[in-house]
């Protein structure tokens, strides 16, 4: 999960962030209409020089019907 969003906020941002390791998470399931499942990720990315602690939100879908 921690790759996918060190590449998404790249795509999204033009930056070029380098995955160094999950520093912590959590998730939580969204109960509704779609079952949502909702992660709040902390990772460490590189950027030229240095390694920075990044706090992502990722949104997933079930999509079993």
Do not use: P
Request: aromatic share 10%; hydrophobic share 40%; glycine share 8%.
């Amino acid at each position: 999960m921690g790759h996918f969003a060190v590449s998404e906020y790249n795509q999204r941002s033009k930056a070029l962030l380098t995955f160094e390791g999950g520093v912590e998470g959590e998730s939580q399931v969204v109960e509704g209409m779609h079952q949502l499942f909702n992660y709040r990720l902390v990772v460490a990315a590189k950027d030229k020089e240095a390694t920075n602690d990044y706090e992502a939100i990722v949104l997933e879908r079930d999509c079993v019907r």
